[in-house]
């Protein structure tokens, strides 16, 4: 008894002084790390992970976040701070890391199939996310891993972020942005403030498995964190409101990267170098392609009166770019074109033959099409798939890839649509940030009974 009592008090006190040692973060912003205060009993912590909020841990946790009222960008800076997510460790060993797209089908082969119930909420994600979870639901939240979102964009962009969905649902989870940097080296992404990344740059990536260069990293296809404390609620994209302790509760972040046209700020060039479909090992090479090759229509539809102007050349002229193989551009051009012409100008007559409604360029575009799909598909499924074995009930979404990355809303909701009938414990699923006109919902349950959305 008297060892067992000695061992106990020499275990608090390293404790203790580990924690008096922990310095407060680079800004100074709320003074030191607290020590374990006297009023708390230190006895062994739960390994449960449902009594979590009732240990010494989160009482660390909880006393040494930021106060309501900080700015967002003061709280990514001083919560990614190495010093700072030291406090977190406890938690983070408790976190479940779910690969998405190393999930096979045979796991779930013995569920049966349960169709989800569809709901649109005017809330970002983020809020969505908190009053699901604070309702008693299990969730997990999509979180767009792109250039612009999700990273380094909190150190590069001026002012404070939380400016979109990702920032914004990121931003209430403190441990996830200190997580990304210490352990995939997520700081300043564009290196040139601008939030912009290039192909060659490291970065980061939730299944460093897939690629052969581990300085080629790259937001996640659909990579699951579990058990993640949120903690603040972000008021008028600016503040951040710290929740009672009672009212803190654990989600599921599924992070997704998706296949991008616009060839500015969203691209995302080792995204599409790793669809595997073009067989290029630069994703900048991709993009670059796909910029010139919009830069020769817009040169020649303004000599011949033609609008170039449109998302939808753009979204033809990507998918050619990043779902066709080059082998393929090269057979084209030498069959249909006699001209010894490089892969953008290859990409730009295909795409005046398809405005002729010629009949050569069919194929091409039957192939990409076939090639996008299957790897959006797949990418929902996996994203499906990962929240379940999270064991998720609820699954927060929004327009997947719809807006700056120039997806099609109908082709997205006609995608989700067939995804989401191989749900098996999902029973609930939301799509932020939509008003309650907006057809999109209407869109996917169409999509659910395996209808083709008209154009």
Known sequence: ????????????????????????????????????????????????????????????????????????????????????????????????????????????????????????????????????????????????????NTGGIYITKKGNPAGTQEEQTVLMAPEIYGYLKNKFGVSNIGGRGDGIYSAEQKRYCLNKDDYK??????????????????????????????????????????????????????????????????????GEKIYDRMNRAFSILLKDGNADGRDMLNNKIKR??????????????????????????DTSEIIAQIIKLKLRESDKVKNIFDEVQKNYEKCVLNKFINLIRGAETAEADTLVLGKIGCGAFLNDENEIAFLLGQALTECKSIKYVYFAGLSKTDPFVDKVEIAMKNIKIPN
């Open 213 to 282: 260069s581990p300085e080629i990293i790259n937001p996640a296809y659909g990579f699951i964190l579990t058990n993640l404390l949120v903690t603040h609620d972000v008021e008028n994209c600016s503040k951040m409101i710290k929740l009672p302790k009672d009212k803190v509760v654990e989600i599921s972040y599924a992070f997704l990267s998706m296949p991008s046209f616009a060839t500015d700020v969203s691209k995302d060039p080792t995204g599409a170098m790793l669809t595997n479909y073009s067989e290029e090992n630069d």
């Open 1 to 148: 008894m008297k060892k067992s009592m000695i061992a106990l008090i020499i275990s608090s006190f390293l404790i203790f002084s580990y924690f008096e040692n922990v310095e407060g973060n680079m800004l100074g912003f709320f003074g030191n790390v607290n020590e374990f205060p006297s009023d708390i009993e230190t006895t062994p912590s739960a390994k449960s992970e449902s009594n979590f909020s009732n240990t010494v841990e989160f009482n660390l946790i909880y006393k040494n976040l930021p106060e309501t009222g900080t700015t967002t960008r003061n709280f990514a800076l001083s919560t990614a701070n190495p010093k700072f997510q030291k406090v977190f460790q406890p938690h983070f060993k408790r976190i479940k890391l779910i690969n998405c797209r190393n999930l096979h089908k045979n796991q779930f082969s013995d569920q049966q199939k349960s169709v989800p119930k569809l709901s649109a909420t005017e809330l970002y994600s983020g809020p969505a996310a908190l009053k699901l979870a604070q309702s008693g639901k299990k969730v997990a939240v999509l979180v767009f891993a792109d250039s612009t």
């Open 316 to 341: 033809d002229i990507g998918k050619i770019a990043i779902f066709c193989p080059i082998e393929k551009l090269l057979e084209f051009s030498k069959r249909h074109l006699n001209k010894n012409l």
